[in-house]
């Protein structure tokens, strides 16, 4: 075993300079010498470049995909309940808060990959807040039920744009490349289409709706089919 942790400890000499103090080859040197392990900070750890300066705001981000992901989700059960009975709607808001769910999941595991972990009690953005919706405020009709997602959306938007800002700075204190290349990569496209469709959809709706129809319910009715041919 001896042999084994001197070999280890040569290895990582070579491959380390010994002047780089206060990181991993510290920690390397602390566990190898006279010091005990018990008493070394290990620092290998895979945090670099400005990633902490932004952690709580992915942290932040991660939650408030959540958040929505589950407030989809009542959208959907509210909308393909017997009564309301719009299964094009139902089917939009499960598709979206299918999507939400599995971006916050990338969100987690990006956090790992970089050295750090999820905290669940991270705070929701603050611009979020107002589109919670309580219980009782789920007898939504459908209009209105579009233009809660559509800014819903805009708030997950414009938190990966604050963030990506952030880690784009000149500063190598803040700048993050991976952070920016994560962002653009897996959200910042997606949310781009998302708003866009989200928008035509309530436009849609309200030229139907004021198109003349004697009874307007038949163009939600109408509306409802189209979501459920597309989404099927």
Known sequence: ??????????????????????????????VCGSV????????CNAKYAGVEKVM????????????????????SAYFGN??????????????????TWENSI????????????MNFDAPLDANYTQFQLSESAYNLH??????????MEKVLAEKADRIHADTSK??????????????EKEFIH?????????????NDVQRLIKGGLSDPSLAIYLFDEYLQKKLA
């Open 82 to 99: 017997y009564e309301v009975n719009r299964e094009g709607f139902s089917k939009l808001y499960r598709k979206l808060s299918d999507s």
């Open 106 to 117: 990338k969100l987690i595991k990006y956090m790992g990959h970089r050295g750090d972990k």
């Open 170 to 183: 000149h500063s190598p204190e803040y700048h993050d490349a991976e952070t920016i290349n994560f962002l």
């Open 1 to 30: 075993m001896r042999i084994l942790i001197g070999i280890f400890c040569l290895a990582a000499v070579c491959l380390i300079r010994a002047d780089d103090n206060g990181h991993c080859y510290t920690s390397v040197s602390g």
């Open 36 to 43: 005990t392990a018990k008493k070394v900070a290990f620092n």
């Open 56 to 75: 709580n705001h992915l942290q932040s981000y991660a939650q408030t995909h959540i958040s929505q992901s589950f407030q989809y989700l009542l959208m």
């Open 142 to 151: 459908e209009l209105s039920s579009l233009g809660i997602s559509l800014d």
């Open 190 to 202: 997606e949310h781009s289409e998302n708003i866009r469709e989200l928008s035509g959809h309530a």
